[in-house]
């Protein structure tokens, strides 16, 4: 194992027993108000232009329970990718208190996998419980690390993320719900095990690909925007190479 220091490393022993880590203050007060403006400005161009950036978005009532969609047509819920759209956040990506977690988890540099804006606007609907690697990457590697953060406060009114500490320990796929590639089914698991993790903006989560995860509808007024980097070690080479179409 490489032993090499990094900034900002994270205590990764504790990591690959627990499957997550958080890891408090990443983002100041200045960046996090370059994020969210950012993070503003990339929801306008896209949404100004649904036609141009359409790959990249996914809308509120394609997700939404039909009694929910009051007041969320046309509310963007997701933007990926946004480095080739946003230098801003393709530097943040690359930034030793964002990167450095997973390098140190990792033992070596690492590439950036996938990069997107989870919105959560009041009204925002739920993710249900699922794992990374066996809804959406099965036909990449299992070795990515997500760096979820947030730039609002999280909470459980808001749709604050909650994991299942552990569940990725043996790489166990759960079987998914019927007729589902996503959801995963949740008589297959304890929910009474999994924990809310509230935090501040700025604090961010780590997370393996295996891990069972879940965020709930926003059903209080404030936003819930989070930016996410998932990270893959730079041996493995160009992975991610034509992993979303241009636009
Ligand atoms: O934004 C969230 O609350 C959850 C996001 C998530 O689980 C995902 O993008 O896979």
Known sequence: MN????????DAERYREDGFQVIPG????????????????????????????????????DHL???????????????????DLSPFFAALALEPRLAD????????????FED?????????????WHQDWSCCWRAHTDELATCFVYLDD???????LRVVPKSHKDKIAYPF?????????????????????PLKAG?????????????????????RRAIIYTYYPARLGAINDNRFPPS
């Open 203 to 223: 604090d961010m989560i780590m997370f393996d690909s295996w891990l069972l995860h879940y965020s709930d509808l926003n059903r209080g007024t404030s936003p």
């Open 154 to 160: 999280a909470d459980e009114v808001n749709g604050c």
């Open 101 to 112: 977690p997973a390098r140190s988890v990792f033992g070596e540099e690492v590439g950036l």
């Open 3 to 10: 032993t090499q220091a990094f900034a900002f490393s994270v």
């Open 26 to 61: 990443v983002l100041d007060e200045s960046t996090l108000a370059k994020a969210r403006a950012e993070s503003d400005r990339l929801m306008e161009l896209c949404g100004s232009n649904p036609e141009f950036y359409g790959p990249r978005i996914e809308w509120e009532t």
């Open 116 to 128: 997107k804006l989870n919105l959560k606007l009041p009204g925002g609907s739920p993710y249900p």
């Open 65 to 83: 329970a039909p009694e929910d969609h009051d007041g969320m047509h046309r509310v963007i819920r997701k933007l990926e990718p946004i480095s």
């Open 177 to 197: 719900k019927e007729g589902s590639h996503f959801e995963i089914d949740t008589a297959s698991f304890d929910q009474d095990l999994s924990v809310a993790l």
